[in-house]
């Protein structure tokens, strides 16, 4: 897979960093020639250009990425970034880098945005995710189709402990898609049997969040058994 990357500073070289790793082609592109520092990640391609530009962008052959990402630190310019690369180029993937939690409104799919990612609403998801039981927290939003990842852990009370997967009406627009027990990653399998302490990980329409919510957390009827 080959991905372009605007913005080369400390976050962008990380995110070049992983997916080299994994094997993939990466560009780094940047107008600041103090960003271009190629002995950090000698293995990627770089770029000293402006990737607002559209003659950048067609010498960095955005048409053959399948992914971009535009991680810089000004909103405005990943913004631009995404929309180019998605209306011009007509790249398939475009994932932005949101700043400013204000501006996040603004990263959905009329910007080209596929994924945005908002570092300080991602840290304080992570925060509520380690304190709460109970309490459905949003940990990315999906441009297309208005749909979010979510995690919830089970309650102890929840009437959905010691009830198979397949046993579940779950709300429309919602999948569950891990399972995560202690320090296990599972498959929900149709069979498997949900316990209290499970950190439940769904895609799941914003619409349908409320109602998942309320369906997990339901008091246990008197004298049910688990």
Known sequence: MRVAI??????????????????????????AP?????????Q??????????ITSLDEAALQRCNVVIAATGDDKVNLVVSLLAKTEYGVP????????????WLFNESWGVDVA???????????????????????????HGDANLVELTLPPESPMAGTRISEINWPQDTSLVTIIRGNRVLTPHPEETLEAGDELLFVAAQARETQLEELLNAERPAGAQG
């Open 44 to 53: 990627a391609e770089w770029l000293l250009a402006d990737a607002c530009e």
């Open 117 to 143: 990612v908002s570092t300080p609403r991602l840290m304080s998801a992570l925060v509520e995710e380690a304190v709460s039981v109970g309490d459905l927290v949003r940990l990315l939003r999906f441009s």
């Open 6 to 31: 605007a913005g080369a500073g400390a976050v962008g070289r990380s995110i070049a960093g992983e997916l080299l790793e994994n094997g993939h082609e990466v560009l780094l592109v940047d107008k």
């Open 93 to 104: 993937r475009v994932v932005a880098r949101v700043n400013n939690p204000k501006n996040e």
């Open 34 to 42: 103090t960003a271009i520092s190629v002995e950090r990640v000698p």
